[in-house]
């Protein structure tokens, strides 16, 4: 794994969501490239790939690629949208307006009709794509409308058909050695709901820093002023960055956490489900132990968190809301296990991640000035500019290439792309980069 020189707190510590920039917020120089680009784009009925057009497609029905329709981004219709919702609702984190019954597989569409190749992913939170075909027969199906109308307070009245939804929908995909599930709303609940329970580039560098954040973890355990209950950690620090440890850091911390009899919790909110070439991202560490507790959503469009039978509480309402979780979302976790299973979609983010790892590694040779530290796993990918400002840029000028990605940290550009983002997609994608990258250099 290639890793990054990573100080203890970016671990141990959350990071407020960069949100993708608005065009407003661009300088006059950015403005006249982004207007440049939409020129060169606005005109085009398709965007080509570089040589996987002949892939078998895992979504019928998709564009042959993004198609930008007005002379500006945000396009009138979106401006006027997110202007009406603004009087009701803070908009300053939005950054387009969807089309949602437009928009399909890989692709979203905003109000203006504008498609983009969606490497952003709603934050990592599509699996199958937009208006995936088997959700929307879940969606119609009487398990689901049954449990839509009469929704079931399930910590007191579980309907009958709730442990054989929980066995298909989470218990088939537990995380090896965690044989309970805990059901919630979202991925913050996830872990707050936890919580209540007591790179081979630069190596030698590396191991010396995660050495040292080894020692500063214990040094915490042993210091505090009260008793440590939990240690929570992200397989890969997400909104921090992207920041990557090895499986050696990893492997020390859970000796550390029993040693100390401390509990581990594994953030899986956003790396579970597939997106880093394995179901769970943490088994790369192979343990010999697994993790006290996994949290999950995103992904598997429901939230919760496994654990095994010696973490139950010992009274029945130690843990418990009105709702403890959502049966409909259950049933769409159902229904993406499913297809991710039949269609193999998690060796697709293999194959895919790797071709698009090696591809963004020859753009960086290309342009070091530019890019750097592209690193990863599968397509959860991102890499470096500059500079804030400069990161801010290229997300913008992406989207005027029809793409539609994300930031993380200070300066990185992050990939959520779904499990059914193909190497065909992935040259779109690597295209835009590269044109984008061509304007900054002039």
Not at 72 to 81: D, E, I, Q, V
Not at 313 to 323: G, K
Request: charged share 25%; net charge positive; with cysteine.
């Amino acid at each position: 794994m290639t890793t990054l020189r990573t100080p203890l707190r970016r671990f141990l510590t959350s990071s407020t969501r960069l949100s993708t920039p608005s065009y407003g917020r661009l300088g006059h120089f950015d403005r006249t490239l982004l207007t440049r680009s939409l020129a060169s784009v606005a005109t085009q009925d398709t965007y080509l790939g570089r040589v996987h057009n002949d892939q078998k497609p895992l979504v019928e029905g998709e564009p042959s690629g993004p198609k930008i329709v007005t002379s500006s981004l945000p396009g009138p219709r979106t401006k006027a949208g997110l202007q009406h919702l603004d009087k009701i609702q803070d908009t300053r984190a939005a950054t387009m307006m969807t089309d949602l019954e437009k928009s399909i597989g890989n692709y979203v569409v905003d109000l203006d009709g504008n498609t983009y190749l969606d490497v952003y992913c709603q934050i990592s939170s599509l699996p199958l794509g937009y208006n995936s075909k088997a959700l929307i027969d879940a969606a119609s199906s009487p398990e689901m409308i049954q449990v839509i109308v009469n929704r079931p307070a399930l910590g007191v009245q579980p309907h009958g058909k709730w442990a054989k939804t929980l066995e298909d929908a989470f218990l088939s995909v537990a995380p090896k050695g965690l044989t309970q599930v805990f059901t919630a709303m979202c991925g913050t609940c996830s872990n707050e709901t936890a919580y209540k329970y007591p790179l081979e580039k630069h190596q030698a560098e590396n191991e010396k820093e995660e050495k040292r954040c080894l020692e500063e973890v214990e040094k915490r355990m042993k210091n505090a002023k009260s008793p440590v209950a939990a240690l929570i950690v992200e397989p890969i620090q997400s909104e921090g960055g992207d920041n990557h440890a090895s499986p050696r850091f990893f492997q020390g911390l859970r000796d550390l956490t029993k040693k100390h009899d401390i509990l581990m919790i594994v953030d899986e909110v956003q790396t579970g489900v597939g997106p880093t070439g394995r179901f769970w991202a943490h088994e790369a560490w192979n343990l010999t132990t697994p993790p006290d507790i996994v949290t999950f959503s995103k992904k598997f469009q429901a939230a919760g968190w496994f654990h095994g039978p010696e973490l139950r509480p010992d009274s029945s309402y130690r843990n418990f809301n009105t709702w403890l979780g959502d049966p409909v979302r259950a049933v769409q976790a159902k229904t993406i296990i499913q297809e991710i299973k039949n269609k193999n979609l998690v060796q697709n983010v293999v194959e895919t991640g790797d071709y698009l790892k090696k591809e963004l590694l020859s753009i960086e040779a290309k342009y070091p000035k530019f890019i750097s530290a592209v690193r990863g796993e599968g397509t959860f990918l991102a890499f470096n500019l500059p500079s804030p400002e400069q990161r801010d840029s290229f997300v913008t000028r992406l989207r005027s290439f029809g793409v539609n990605a994300g930031g993380c940290g200070p300066q990185s550009v992050r990939l959520r792309p779904m499990l059914v983002f193909q190497k065909k997609h992935a040259d779109i994608f690597l295209d835009a980069v590269d044109r984008t990258l061509d304007e900054l250099s002039v």
